[in-house]
T-cell receptor, first 115, second 111 residues
Framework: GENVEQHPSTLSVQEGDSAVIKCTYS??????FPWYKQELGKRPQLIIDIRSNVGEKKDQRIAVTLNKTAKHFSLHITETQPEDSAVYFCAASSSAPYNNNDMRFGAGTRLTVKP | DAGVIQSPRHEVTEMGQEVTLRCKPISGHNSLFWYRQTMMRGLELLIY????????DSGMPEDRFSAKMPNASFSTLKIQPSEPRDSAVYFCASSSVDEQYFGPGTRLTVT
């Protein structure tokens, strides 16, 4: 089955700096890579995702890159703000054609943005 | 849509008691997932269903845990008997294609 590794486990940055979180996956059949943000005491919520037919995707201050050959993908947050402080999870799954949705999550990165 | 609904939100029980967690997925979603989250082990997939059928229950820790999905709008996760090490937040999530929508979670404390 799929195995997702995530680094670093904790990350502290100064407000305004950039933050990068990296993940690797093992199953070459994986074709969907979401990132979830979990604030303290809340549920994980999707912030951005990328499919295997795309190398990069951007949404305002957040971007995700995917290297299928190396089986790794990264989350980039620019101009960080204190409200970006949370735990971020990467995940990988293979959907079509079987649509099994067997999604596996990384261990999480606790991001702290210092004002 | 109200999103994924879980009940109860908090459960405190004594060791040895039976615990039943409930989940109502988003209407129209055909996949349902049960996760357990702890500080030590992170977010663990316990079991997931496609079209009410259990697909992979390899994450279920032991025979004390069981899950059912009798219809498209309801699922239960049961722990019997419960143990202190089962204390965690249990999330239910549902999806239609890829994105999973999480419920608010049930915080279980077993004393």
């Amino acid at each position: 089955g799929e195995n997702v590794e995530q680094h670093p486990s904790t990350l502290s940055v100064q407000e305004g700096d950039s933050a990068v979180i990296k993940c690797t996956y093992s199953d070459s059949a994986s074709n969907y890579f979401p990132w979830y943000k979990q604030e303290l005491g809340k549920r994980p919520q999707l912030i951005i995702d990328i499919r295997s037919n795309v190398g990069e995707k951007k949404d305002q201050r957040i971007a995700v890159t995917l290297n299928k050959t190396a089986k790794h993908f990264s989350l980039h947050i620019t101009e960080t703000q204190p409200e970006d402080s949370a735990v971020y999870f990467c995940a990988a799954s293979s959907s079509a054609p079987y649509n099994n949705n067997d999604m596996r999550f990384g261990a999480g990165t606790r991001l702290t943005v210092k004002p | 849509d109200a999103g994924v609904i879980q009940s109860p939100r908090h459960e405190v029980t004594e060791m040895g008691q039976e615990v039943t967690l409930r989940c109502k997925p988003i209407s129209g979603h055909n996949s349902l997932f049960w996760y357990r989250q702890t500080m030590m082990r992170g977010l663990e997939l316990l079991i997931y269903f496609n079209n009410n059928v259990p697909i992979d229950d390899s994450g279920m820790p032991e025979d004390r845990f069981s899950a059912k999905m009798p219809n498209a709008s309801f699922s239960t996760l049961k722990i019997q008997p419960s143990e202190p090490r089962d204390s965690a937040v249990y999330f239910c999530a549902s999806s239609s294609v890829d994105e999973q929508y999480f419920g608010p979670g049930t915080r279980l404390t077993v004393t």
